[in-house]
Structures are given as C-alpha cells and as structure tokens.
C-alpha cells in the first residue's frame, strides 16, 4: 500500500475493518461524506439491497455485519508457527 499511498494518496481512503464492525454507523458517514455522495439509511442494511450480486462473495453480502470475523484466524494460530509475527501491526 505504500508504494499506492506515495502515488495516490489523495484517492484512497483507508477504511478500518475492526472499527467498521464496532461502529458500523460512524464509518459508513464518514466514508460517504469522504466520496461525496448523499447519505441514505439503506447504508447501513447492505445485506438488505435486492441487487444481484456476481460476485466470490455473494454469500457474504447477504448476510448481516458482524463482530469479530477478522479474529477467526486467531483459531489457527497454533499452526502458522509465527509466520505473521513480523507483520507491522496496525
């Protein structure tokens, strides 16, 4: 992302996943309000858009936002032998 960040810094907004989950709410305004488009409830109930959806993660989308899927790795940890553990934390 760095190299991306050097050239398009101005263009991409850097959305927390943790904070997504915890206050769906505020991060969704903001990210509107960063694209600069009308804020409409239907933002925050994604799972309920009719669209169809074509798409690896059509499951996904169908479903309600939730807490604590980015820990479910955390399940494994014992059996990646540390191969995360010169990753910067964020």
Partial sequence: MKVWETQYSSQIYNLN???????????????????????????????????????ASQQQVRQKMYKGSSEAWRKYELFIGGAFDSLPSS
């Fill in 17 to 55: 996943y943790e904070k997504l989950t915890t206050d769906q709410s505020k991060e969704t305004r903001k990210l509107i309000r960063y694209l600069n488009l009308e804020w409409d409830n239907a933002c925050l109930s994604p799972h309920k858009n009719a669209r169809s959806v074509r798409t």
